[in-house]
Each structure stands twice: as C-alpha cells, then as structure tokens.
C-alpha cells in the first residue's frame, strides 16, 4: 500500500511533468494538445499506475508481456489507453492483441508480419510504430534508415496492421554526441515518409524523448513522449547505463 505521501508526490510529479510538457511546446510554437504523454509504467505496480491514471495520466505503456498481463488483470490500466514500448518475441504477439491501442516497438519486417497475422486471427486491425535504430547501436534492436523504403513497401500490402508512425530511443549521450541531432534526423525522416505517400503508412505519431531528454525531443517534433522515472520517480531495482534495456 503507498503512504498518503508517497500517493501526493507521485500526483505532483504527474502534473510538473505535464506542465513541463505544456511549456516545451508552448516554446516551439506548438500546441500543448498535440503532444500525448505515455507513462512507461515498468516496474511500478497497479496501485501506482491507478493512482497515475485518477490524476489525470491518459496513456501508459508497459514493457515487458507478462508484466502487462498481470497488471492488466488487476484493472491496473482502466481508464486509460494502453500501449506496448518493449522489446516483443514474435511468439507473445498474441497476448497483446485486443489489449493495446498501438505496439510502439516494432522492430523488424518479421515482427510486424506476425502482428499483422495475429490481428487478422482476431479481426481486428492493429496500430503500430516503426522503431528507427537511429543510432545503430549493436545492442539495440530497430530499423536501420536504410532499410526502411523496402520495410514500408513490403508492410504497406498488410490489411491487418496500420502504421502509424515511428518511434526512437537514441544513444546515451556522451560528450559532443547530442540526443537532439537524432531526434533532428528521426523527424527528417517522419517528414520524408510523409511525403511519399505509402498505402497503409500514417505518419500521425513520433514517439520520442524519455525522462532525461523529453524537452528536446519536443523541440525536435515528437508528439509522442515516453516518461517513467520523472513520474514515479527511481524504479526500485539497479540501474545500468540505458534504462530502455534494464531489465531485457
Ligand atoms: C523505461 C522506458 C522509457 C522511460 O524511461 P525514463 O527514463 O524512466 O523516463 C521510455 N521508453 C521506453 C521504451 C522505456 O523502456
């Protein structure tokens, strides 16, 4: 059970975020409405999440399948939207369908096929993200830029999925190598997608920037941010270097 104190600090922390939100895209012209918080919810239980979503949190999104079940089960997530961010096997696809609004982290042609196949299994028809590997880094997973043209082509022909745009976890910063040059380059290329016109390809949502960087990603053009530790503060288990891959 949280303290009546640990309950208003992860109420205040939900509202200073959101006004953070507010006045990035105030300070880049845009309106706050356009820009949708998802709450990465990892590692924090229902009562916290429920207490995220009475404050006024409209969208979580969870990481890791089993963890989304059980959560799920306790009426964790009810009355907000539900989204997947982690990294998916092909074989747990299945237990997501009908659960999430949209699969944010799709990673590979291979996956997005099985998607587009459970979907159909379930007539439905599946919202997804393309992850960009826009740093190429060897430890994350996500499309290459160049290998994108032939992924859209190949994807556009899928009646079972819809894609709706694209989402990045750029490299740890280090030094003079800038989270914001990524972002610059992941928005060039929601920009580029949008001018050609792909069957079945929307780029309404650019999911990008995290605790550490939202401001910037929002001064760069994401519309989607991903926000777990300024919210519910430190999760309760060691960190490394990358909190997108701690518990992989
Ligand atoms: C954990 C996580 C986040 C949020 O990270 P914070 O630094 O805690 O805000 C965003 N995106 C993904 C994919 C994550 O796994």
Do not use: W
């Not at 907000?80 to 949209?102: C, E, H, P, R, W």
């Not at 082509?153 to 740890?172: D, K, T, V, Y």
């Not at 519309?223 to 999760?235: C, L, Q």
């Amino acid at each position: 059970m949280m303290t009546e104190t640990e309950r208003s600090a992860l109420v205040e922390r939900l509202h200073a975020v959101q006004n953070r939100i507010a006045q990035a895209a105030r300070a880049a012209g845009r309106d706050p409405a356009d820009i949708h918080l998802v709450a990465a919810t990892k590692m924090n239980d229902a009562e916290r999440v429920r207490t995220a979503i009475q404050a006024g949190l409209t969208a979580c999104g969870e990481n890791r399948v089993q963890e989304l079940l059980q959560k799920y089960e306790q009426g964790a997530y009810e009355g907000a939207d539900l989204q997947f961010i982690g990294t998916l096997q092909a074989n747990k696809v299945k237990y997501l369908i009908g659960k999430v609004s949209m699969i944010q982290s799709v990673s590979s042609l291979k996956l997005a096929q099985c998607i587009d196949k459970e979907a159909k299994k379930h007539a439905v028809c599946q919202d997804i993200l393309l992850e960009i590997n826009i740093g190429r880094e060897a430890a994350k997973s996500g499309f290459f830029v160049e290998d994108l043209g032939t992924a859209l082509e190949a994807l556009s022909s899928l009646h079972s999925i819809r894609i709706r745009g694209l989402m990045a976890i750029p490299p740890i910063p280090t030094g003079m190598d800038k989270s914001s040059r990524y972002f610059a380059e992941m928005h060039q290329l929601f920009v580029d997608i949008s001018a050609k016109k792909y069957d079945n390809v929307s780029m309404d949502y650019l999911s990008m920037g995290m605790t550490a960087d939202f401001e910037e990603a929002i001064a760069c053009g994401a519309n989607i941010v991903r926000i777990g530790t300024a919210i519910f503060g430190k999760r309760p288990y060691p960190m490394n270097a990358d909190p997108t891959r701690e518990i992989q």
